[in-house]
C-alpha cells in the first residue's frame, strides 16, 4: 500500500501531462480576459514567468523533506513517513509535468515568440455519439473492474491496495478520450453511468457467490 500511495503523484502527473494541451493553470476564458486588457498572450507569459508548477514542487518537496526529517528524528511510525513520502512524490510530479510540457513546447509553460505562447489550438472533439462508437473499448476495463474486484477479494481474498494501480490505469484509459480533446465532456457522464452499472453488477455477483458458497 505504501508503494501505491508513493508512486501514485508521480505516475499520475507523469502520465497525463502527455495528454494536456497546455498549463494546467491555463484558462481560456481568463486568458481572453486578460489579454483584452494587456496584450496577445498577455496571460500565457504571466504563467511562463511565474512557473506556478515549480512553485508547487518547491513548496511540496520543502515540505515532504521536511517532515520527514522531523518524523525521523522523533521517531515517529511509517504513517508519518508515508505521508512526507507523499508530498515529495507531489513534488516529483509537478516538476515531471512542467519539464513535458515545456518539452511538448505547451502554451503557458514554453517561452514562444518573444516571451510568451500563444492561445492553445485544441482539437474540436467528436459528438458524443461518434465518441462512443470510436472509443468504446477504453469502457472495458471500467466495466469490468468491479466485478473483477468483488471476486477476487472474496475468492482469493486479496488485499484492496493490489487494486489501486490497476484501478488508475483503467480509469485513465477510460478518461484518455476526454482528457486528449477526442471526446465531449458527456463523455465523463457516460464513464459515471458505466462504473455505477458495473459496481451493481458486480454487487449481485457477489451476492450470488456468497449464496452459492453458503448453500454448498
Request: hydrophobic share 50%; with cysteine.
Amino acid at each position: 500500500m505504501t508503494v501505491t500511495i508513493l508512486s501514485m503523484p508521480v505516475l499520475f502527473f507523469g502520465v497525463m501531462s502527455f495528454w494536456m494541451p497546455h498549463s494546467p493553470f491555463y484558462n481560456a476564458s481568463i486568458a481572453r480576459f486578460i489579454d483584452a486588457r494587456f496584450g496577445e498572450s498577455a496571460f500565457s507569459t504571466f504563467l511562463v514567468r511565474l512557473k506556478p508548477l515549480l512553485m508547487f514542487a518547491v513548496a511540496a518537496g520543502i515540505q515532504g523533506t521536511w517532515g520527514l526529517w522531523q518524523a525521523v528524528r522523533s521517531g515517529e511510525g511509517s504513517g508519518a513517513y508515508t505521508i512526507n513520502g507523499f508530498f515529495i512524490s507531489g513534488g516529483i510530479g509537478f516538476a515531471l509535468v512542467h519539464a513535458i510540457l515545456y518539452y511538448r513546447k505547451a502554451p503557458g509553460v514554453y517561452p514562444s515568440g518573444s516571451e510568451g505562447s500563444s492561445a492553445p489550438q485544441r482539437r474540436q472533439p467528436l459528438p458524443l455519439r461518434d465518441a462512443l462508437r470510436t472509443y468504446w473499448w477504453t469502457l472495458i476495463g471500467l466495466a469490468a473492474f468491479p466485478t473483477v474486484l468483488f471476486v477476487l477479494g472474496e475468492l482469493y481474498q486479496v488485499p484492496f491496495e493490489y487494486f489501486a494501480l490497476p484501478f488508475f490505469a483503467v480509469g485513465l484509459l477510460a478518461g484518455w478520450p476526454y482528457f486528449s480533446g477526442r471526446a465531449p465532456f458527456s463523455f465523463c457522464l457516460v464513464l459515471g453511468g458505466v462504473w455505477l452499472a458495473a459496481g451493481i453488477v458486480a454487487a449481485l455477483i457477489a451476492q450470488l457467490m456468497r449464496t452459492f458458497v453458503a448453500g454448498g
